[in-house]
């Protein structure tokens, strides 16, 4: 069941949902999955009666053989090993102090800092650009009518993989430990502590619940004061014509991000807005009634949404760009990589990246670089203007190595293995 929906088993990501909250969960996506997984366990529960019903000193050993062989060869039997497992011993792990992973620095003041707007493109990943097994399909997204710098190898790494992971990692610079408490890793500061401490005004907008996944709970812990979600649309937006299963459409959502971005361009004060989009969420995305835009035939769901969320997106950054003179940095990334869709067998053919753009910036870079979400947060502080590190990230514009750089195939055992030392700092 679980890798019907993330197309990796149990994941970190399911690990991580587990654990965190539930509320806003699109569940009429899931019914087959849920029917199936239901009758899954009564079968199970069936089976276990039947034969504890049929069990014989003779049989007895056999029958408990087969069980055990059945638990051994179940997939989720090594998903749950992975969780669960030892650590790897990397030396490198006893030269990291709590002090850098919590960001316990002061930041330095600068002149004329720029604001920022930051775009999570719910599973927008770099693939759906390549022209060879998905022509056609981004177009708006690849115009040259504006400038912007894209980084074309970040990579997915350990428990980077659902969208609030994908933020936290993106700005904190570590991955999210998930919690139960009334706060969410408050003991770790995030570019949203570090940018309120020297006067920004950061606000936060989505479509869906504050709720899910302890949204609220993180962005209130970093930084973020005005937070709009479901409940603000809902009252906003009376008819159900403007929501799909997980909330507002990604055009409403839009508006409000541009008139937002107006209201705060209009202050003296330098600003944060991010924001979350949603019409690409999986397993089919969800086409806004406004797009009479279509891929191909329009026989595939998921890509008619990508192509709406191409044009969507393309034109909510034109109208920025065009109000702007050049003082706000926009940022378009995905959120994580893209879980399990009707567009998956596509994406399997090549390597798969996260999408990650820069717009009013001026840099030259090595696009090639390795990266992963971890870095997002360093090199935006450096397209702002301050020179300081977040986390285990790094100024992707400068010629620091990245993890994915010094470890390789080996980052994610490392990251794995800094669990302790992150649950440690997030307190």
Known sequence: MANSLTGDGLNEAVKFQLLTSWEGTGYGEFIPQLIIGFIYILLTISLVLYAAKKRTKKNNVFVSF?????????????????????????????????????????????????????????????????????????????????????????????????????????????????????????????????????????????????????????????????????????????????????????????????????????????????????????????????????????????????????????????KILKEDNGETVIVLASDHLSFQTTASKLLKKLPRRNLLRFYNVDRKINNLKPASTLDIGTTLLSALGFNHKIGLGVDLFSNERTLLEKFERNTNNFLRSLTPKIKEASL
């Open 66 to 318: 087969v069980g055990v062989i059945a638990i051994l060869v179940n997939p989720a039997t090594k998903d749950f090993y992975e969780w669960f497992r030892p650590y790897s011993h990397f030396k490198e792990v006893e030269t990291i102090s709590s002090k850098n992973l919590k960001n316990d620095f002061k930041i330095e003041t600068v002149n004329n800092p720029k604001s920022f707007i930051y775009i999570y493109a719910e599973s927008l990943e770099r693939t759906f650009f390549n022209e060879e097994i998905f022509p056609g399909l981004i177009t708006e997204l690849k115009t040259r009518d504006s400038k912007y710098i894209d980084f074309t190898n970040v990579e997915q790494v350990y428990a980077t993989g659902a969208t609030m992971m994908g933020m936290v990692a993106s700005q904190c610079g570590v991955f999210a430990v998930p919690s139960m408490s009334d706060e969410f890793m408050p003991g770790i500061k995030c570019i949203g502590n570090k940018l309120t401490e020297v006067g920004y005004e950061l606000h936060y907008l989505q479509g869906g619940a504050l709720d899910f996944a302890n949204t609220r709970k993180f962005y209130k812990s970093h930084g973020f004061k005005n937070l709009k979600g479901l409940s603000y649309f809902q009252k906003k937006y009376k008819n159900d014509k403007y929501f799909s299963q997980w909330g507002v459409y990604d055009e409403y959502l839009l508006q409000e991000a541009f008139d937002k971005y107006k209201n705060l361009k209009a202050s003296d004060k330098p600003f944060g807005l991010v924001l979350v989009t949603l019409d690409t969420h999986y397993p089919k995305g969800h086409k806004s009634p406004l797009c009479n835009l279509n891929y191909k035939d329009g026989k595939n769901p998921y890509l008619n949404a990508i192509k709406c969320s191409d044009y969507n997106i393309a034109e909510f950054i034109k």
